[in-house]
């Protein structure tokens, strides 16, 4: 018993530092909801300002800019949340039929080491490239091209959004459908290729239906994401010219509440997000565990 009890009081040891971490900076500031449904003033604070209902709701749904940016924030989201199944999908079965392994590794490599880079470097990088002296325009001027601004294109702009995030992920996204395919068996390849199927025919025969609960499973669990259309990305890059295209909740939420000092409405925004996200995290997980048997608890 008491050796059970040393046990469990160094695994609560273990744990508190974390649990301590998540009560300060996720559960002590779910306090300011309430500026959702007053008037909030911050001299008044929290629970001195005027109550007001759903009011600050009425008013973001009836505000032209909130609809754009949800439109945005759905497009830009749901773009990237495809891009990142297929592309990765894609990138892992023809990696897969490479046999020379060395290589293989390297190309793993090259295409991962993306994913760890700060969209702060990622940004300055891209920045750098479209900016109107930058390499491209260099190029384009070595044709006898004029120059663009591609920062200041709003349609371009979205565009390389999503191209760029995907490009900064779909490595890491691939190394878990690469996990997935080294637990086909060998012996249903050789079986198919001495009845003559082809490597392509092997592919959709064996591969994509031995992985296909893996595909199941990221493409359900995505939905819960499908509001995190990348906020520092896009802070990162984007700028007035191209509001119309690229602002997004996230974005939009710290424009409205830090620099216009809207805390209300920001925090109105917010909260309608983190409910929808919430309902559709509880959908995805039902159907992860309806189409592919995944479960948490």
């Known amino acids: 018993?008491?050796?059970?009890?040393?046990?469990?009081?160094?695994?609560?040891?273990?744990?508190?530092?974390?649990?301590?971490?998540?009560?300060?900076f996720n559960c002590v500031p779910m306090v300011g909801v309430v500026m959702a449904f007053e008037n909030f003033n911050p001299s008044k604070g929290f629970f001195g300002s005027k109550w007001i209902g759903l009011d600050n709701f009425k008013y973001l749904f009836s505000l032209n800019d909130a609809k754009q940016v949800i439109v945005n924030t759905l497009i830009i989201a749901i773009a990237k949340m495809i891009l990142l199944i297929v592309v990765p999908l894609v990138f892992a079965l023809l990696l897969n039929e490479v046999r020379y392994k060395g290589f293989k590794?390297?190309?793993?490599?090259?295409?991962?080491?993306?994913?760890?880079?700060?969209?702060?470097?990622?940004a300055s990088i891209v920045l750098t490239m479209l900016g109107y002296?930058?390499?491209?325009?260099?190029?384009?001027?070595?044709?006898?091209?004029?120059?663009?601004?591609?920062?200041?294109?709003?349609s371009f702009f979205r565009k390389m959004v999503i191209i760029t995030d995907v490009w900064k992920e779909y490595g890491y996204n691939a190394v878990v459908y690469l996990a997935a395919l080294t637990g086909t068996d060998p012996g249903l390849y050789e079986a198919a290729a001495i009845d003559g199927a082809s490597r392509w025919k092997r592919a959709w025969h064996i591969t994509l239906p031995c992985i296909r609960p893996t595909i199941v499973?990221?493409?359900?669990?995505?939905?819960?994401?499908?509001?995190?259309?990348?906020?520092?990305?896009?802070?990162?890059m984007y700028n007035p010219l191209v509001y119309s295209t690229s602002d997004i909740?996230?974005?939009?939420?710290?424009?409205?509440?830090?620099?216009n000092l809207q805390y209300s409405l920001a925090t109105t925004a917010g909260l309608f997000k983190s409910i929808v996200s919430f309902i559709l995290i509880i959908v995805s997980y039902a159907l992860a565990y309806k189409f592919a048997d995944y479960r948490i608890f």
């Not at 018993?1 to 300060?24: D, E, F, H």
């Not at 359900?220 to 994401?225: A, C, D, E, P």
């Not at 909740?249 to 620099?259: A, E, F, K, S």
């Open 1 to 24: 018993m008491k050796r059970n009890k040393k046990a469990q009081a160094s695994y609560y040891a273990m744990i508190a530092p974390g649990m301590i971490w998540l009560i300060l």
């Open 105 to 122: 590794r390297t190309i793993q490599t090259i295409v991962y080491m993306p994913h760890f880079m700060s969209w702060v470097v990622l």
């Open 133 to 154: 002296d930058g390499l491209v325009n260099h190029v384009r001027g070595m044709f006898g091209t004029e120059p663009v601004i591609f920062m200041s294109d709003a």
């Open 217 to 236: 499973l990221l493409s359900v669990l995505g939905l819960g994401s499908i509001l995190n259309a990348g906020f520092d990305q896009i802070f990162n």
């Open 249 to 259: 909740l996230d974005t939009w939420v710290y424009r409205i509440g830090l620099i």
